[in-house]
C-alpha cells in the first residue's frame, strides 16, 4: 500500500490566509500619511530657509515697507477691536470670580498677566492670519495659477526673494508690535468693565498690573508672537506657492482651497505650538 509523502510545509487554514494581509491593510494608511507629512514639513523648511536668506538685502526695504503696512497697519483695527472686547470679557468674568473669594484687589494682575502671557499672542496671530495670512495665499495662489511666478523665473527673478522674503521680515515686525497692541488694549478695556462698569478700586487695579508684569512674562509673549509670525507666513506662503500641485482641484478652486487649508492650519498650529513654548518658558 502506497504511502503519500510528507508535505514540505504544514497546511496554512483559510482563516490565517485571511489575517495575514491585515496588518499592512490597516497600517499603510498610517505610514502613507507619515511620509507625506515628513516630505510637507521638509519642503516647507526648504522653503523657510531659502526665503529668509534673501531677506537681507538693501533691495527688500521698500517691498518689506509695504508688507509691514498691509500685515500690521492695516490690521491693527481688527486686532484692536478683538483685544478690547476680550479685556471686557475677562474683566467681567474675573471680577464675578474673584469677588466670590474676596479678592477683586487682584482683577488687575490677572487681566494683565492673561492677556500677556497667552491671549495677547494667541488672538492677534489668529486675528492677522484671518486678515492678512488669508489675503497672502490667495494673492500668491493666483500669481501663481495665471503663470506669473513662472514668468518671473522666466526673467530670472527668484520668485521666493520677490515674492516671500518681503512678506516674512514684515511678519516678524508686525507680530511682536500688534501683540503689544492687543495687550494694552486688552488691560484697558479690562480697566472699563472691572473698574467703571463693576466698581472695583481703580487705583488697586492700575498698582497690581504695574506690579505684577515683569520682563520676563512680557519676553515670553513676544517670544510666542515671533514663533506664530514664521509659523502663519510660512504656512500662508507655502500653500499659496504651491496651489498648482494640488490633487484634489485646480485653477480658482484650488485657490480657495488653498486659502481655506492655510487658514486652519495656520490656527491649529498657533494653538499647538502655544502649548509647546509654554511649557519650555515655564
Not at 53 to 75: L, M, R
Not at 104 to 115: E, H, Q, R, Y
Not at 184 to 210: C, E, F, H, P, W
Request: charged share 10%; with cysteine; aromatic share 10%.
Amino acid at each position: 500500500m502506497a504511502v503519500d509523502p510528507l508535505p514540505d510545509k504544514e497546511p496554512v487554514s483559510v482563516a490565517s490566509k485571511e489575517r495575514g494581509p491585515l496588518i499592512p491593510v490597516i497600517l499603510n494608511p498610517f505610514g502613507r500619511f507619515g511620509i507625506q507629512l515628513n516630505n510637507t514639513l521638509g519642503a516647507m523648511a526648504i522653503f523657510l530657509v531659502r526665503a529668509f536668506i534673501q531677506i537681507f538685502h538693501w533691495k527688500q526695504i521698500p517691498e518689506i515697507v509695504n508688507q509691514v503696512y498691509f500685515i500690521g497697519a492695516k490690521s491693527a483695527s481688527i486686532v484692536a477691536l478683538v483685544g478690547f472686547f476680550t479685556g471686557m470679557v475677562l474683566g467681567l468674568q474675573l471680577y464675578y470670580v474673584m469677588n466670590k473669594f474676596g479678592a477683586v484687589g487682584f482683577l488687575g494682575t490677572a487681566v494683565a498677566l492673561s492677556l500677556i502671557r497667552e491671549l495677547g499672542p494667541v488672538l492677534a496671530a489668529i486675528m492677522i492670519t484671518a486678515r492678512a495670512g488669508s489675503a497672502m495665499t490667495a494673492e500668491i495662489g493666483i500669481q501663481r495659477i495665471s503663470e506669473q511666478i513662472d514668468a518671473l523665473t522666466t526673467m530670472r527673478i527668484d520668485p521666493l526673494g520677490y515674492l516671500i522674503s518681503p512678506r516674512i521680515a514684515a511678519a516678524l515686525i508686525s507680530f511682536p508690535i500688534l501683540t503689544a497692541f492687543f495687550d494694552l488694549i486688552g488691560i484697558l478695556g479690562g480697566y472699563l468693565s472691572g473698574v467703571v462698569l463693576m466698581g472695583a478700586s481703580a487705583g488697586s487695579y492700575l498698582y497690581r498690573v504695574d506690579a505684577s508684569v515683569d520682563w520676563i512674562d512680557v519676553r515670553g509673549g513676544f517670544i510666542k508672537s515671533i514663533v506664530f509670525a514664521v509659523l502663519v507666513i510660512t504656512i500662508c506662503c507655502f500653500q499659496g506657492y504651491f496651489t498648482h500641485m494640488r490633487r484634489d482641484s485646480y485653477g480658482s478652486k484650488s485657490v480657495s482651497l488653498s486659502t481655506t487649508s492655510a487658514v486652519v492650519l495656520s490656527c491649529v498650529m498657533i494653538l499647538v505650538s502655544d502649548y509647546v513654548v509654554t511649557s519650555f518658558l515655564l
